[in-house]
């Protein structure tokens, strides 16, 4: 434990740490969670933290941090930065490292830390490119990421002491665009393991979510997306359905096209064996994963890159094990024995891994065995935070210590 280390010299105990936020924290789904246990946990590390959020953020908690709301000026996100510099600024003292959630056009918080001497760690949570190229977001919304891309994101990059991003291969394309990848550390999105966890009694459980207590189930856990809908998921669920009577999936979550997939659906001979929940809470979900027997996930490559996905952590610490297409973050899962990779990431491949899991039960157990083991070790919240907290310190060790490698140069 960190906590118990005597001080290392140059390095406060209970650092002074601004958490900067420009995301919706009243919705469910990652960043609140994301926000809550870095936050939260360097909080309870000791540590003093003020998240500073935009009024539509809306309401939202975490235990031992102080959280500030306000208004920006102009209706945008460059203006809502803006005003966050300028309180930077004038309160400069009261902070010994700034920590920014990447959002574009927020150059401004970064310069006004770097004027005033406050180190920078900014996180990276996806690639913006990728996600603005998809055609979900209005015109103007992806001309202005776009230019945010290609002539500002380079400058934060640089102002940065360091570099947090949620997928390897974030590394390997900002490290291009830096020149080096000194700066970078691979930290994924952790997960709840108390929360997410394998269930102490599958029936039990199936009868409270009134699941099926027969048959294998199958299930698909976390928002619904355009690639869903088109990709190869359903269609290998309709190939299942057909070759297992017994069979029932289970789609649990919602999103902007959550309707579109129930028209989907309803168009499926056997779609009434199709359960969609639609959305649910945090503590639900991880009962409707728990419930399973085996889970499976699909998104597209550019997605799958750019972005951690979630929905398979939480599917590894309740040991349950998963079927996935063979690209971008799925391979870490696959490369430590939580994940079945189909080629290609076609349906008819997904399937027939699907097939092989439900008739080798003692495999499948063995996966899922393999699954919990890999999200304690290295997917836990409590992990990432510590990996955070060490971070910060050799920052600040090197701030205080520039004899030993610190860089203070401004650019």
């Known amino acids: 434990s960190l906590s118990s280390l005597p001080a290392q010299e140059g390095v406060r105990r209970g650092l002074r740490i601004l958490y900067a936020a420009y995301v919706d924290l009243s919705k469910p789904g990652a960043p609140p969670v994301h926000v809550g246990a870095i936050a939260g946990g360097?909080?309870?590390?000791?540590?003093?933290?003020?998240?500073?959020?935009?009024?539509?953020?809306?309401?939202?908690?975490?235990?031992?941090?102080?959280?500030?709301?306000?208004?920006?000026?102009?209706?945008?996100?460059?203006?809502?930065?803006?005003?966050?510099?300028?309180?930077?600024?004038?309160?400069?003292?009261?902070?010994?490292?700034?920590y920014i959630r990447?959002?574009?056009?927020?150059?401004?918080?970064?310069?006004?830390?770097?004027?005033?001497?406050?180190?920078?760690?900014?996180?990276?949570?996806?690639?913006?490119?990728?996600?603005?190229?998809?055609?979900?977001?209005?015109?103007?919304?992806?001309?202005?990421?776009?230019?945010?891309?290609k002539y500002s994101l380079l400058r934060r990059l640089r102002m940065s002491n360091r570099i947090v991003v949620v997928s390897p291969e974030l590394i390997d394309i900002f490290g291009?665009?830096?020149?080096?990848?000194?700066?970078?550390?691979?930290?994924?999105?952790?997960?709840?393991?108390?929360?997410?966890?394998?269930?102490?009694?599958?029936s039990r459980l199936r009868e409270e979510l009134e699941l099926p207590a027969d048959g294998p189930l199958i299930g698909a856990v976390g928002s619904i997306l355009p690639y869903h809908v088109e990709g190869a998921l359903i269609d290998a669920v309709e190939t299942l359905l057909?070759?297992?009577p017994n069979l029932t999936f289970v789609m649990v979550g919602g999103g902007p096209s959550e309707e579109l997939m129930r028209e989907r659906i309803s168009r499926i001979s056997e779609g009434?064996?199709?359960?969609?929940?639609?959305?649910?809470?945090?503590?639900?979900?991880?009962?409707?994963?728990?419930?399973?027997?085996?889970?499976?996930?699909?998104?597209?490559?550019?997605?799958?890159s750019g972005g951690w996905p979630v929905r398979l952590s939480a599917y590894a610490a309740?040991?349950?094990?998963?079927?996935?297409?063979?690209?971008?973050?799925?391979?870490?899962f696959?490369?430590?024995?939580?994940?079945?990779?189909?080629?290609?990431?076609?349906?008819?491949?997904?399937?027939?891994?699907?097939?092989?899991?439900i008739e080798n039960k003692s495999e499948t157990e063995s996966i899922g065995r393999r699954a919990r083991e890999l999200a304690v070790?290295?997917?836990?919240?409590?992990?990432?935070?510590?990996?955070?907290e060490s971070l910060i310190e050799e920052i600040l060790i090197k701030k205080h210590q520039p004899n030993l490698g610190g860089n203070n140069e401004r650019r």
């Open 102 to 149: 990447d959002f574009f056009n927020c150059n401004a918080i970064l310069r006004a830390a770097k004027k005033s001497g406050i180190p920078i760690v900014l996180e990276i949570n996806g690639l913006i490119s990728a996600e603005m190229s998809s055609g979900r977001f209005p015109l103007s919304f992806r001309l202005v990421a776009m230019l945010d891309w």
């Open 334 to 357: 696959r490369d430590n024995g939580a994940l079945l990779a189909a080629e290609g990431g076609t349906s008819e491949n997904i399937s027939r891994l699907v097939s092989w899991l």
């Open 377 to 388: 070790e290295k997917l836990s919240w409590d992990s990432i935070v510590l990996k955070t």
């Open 242 to 244: 057909s070759k297992y």
């Open 318 to 332: 309740c040991g349950i094990p998963a079927v996935g297409p063979e690209w971008g973050n799925y391979l870490f």
């Open 272 to 304: 009434n064996r199709i359960r969609m929940t639609g959305r649910v809470s945090l503590e639900m979900s991880a009962k409707y994963i728990a419930a399973l027997d085996i889970a499976v996930a699909w998104s597209s490559p550019e997605s799958s």
């Open 176 to 202: 291009k665009m830096l020149g080096g990848r000194e700066k970078f550390l691979f930290l994924p999105n952790g997960v709840d393991i108390e929360l997410f966890k394998p269930a102490v009694d599958k």
């Open 42 to 98: 360097l909080a309870a590390r000791g540590h003093d933290v003020t998240l500073i959020a935009s009024e539509h953020a809306g309401a939202f908690e975490i235990e031992g941090v102080k959280i500030e709301w306000f208004r920006k000026r102009l209706p945008t996100a460059m203006g809502w930065a803006k005003e966050a510099a300028k309180r930077l600024r004038s309160r400069s003292g009261e902070f010994d490292l700034l």
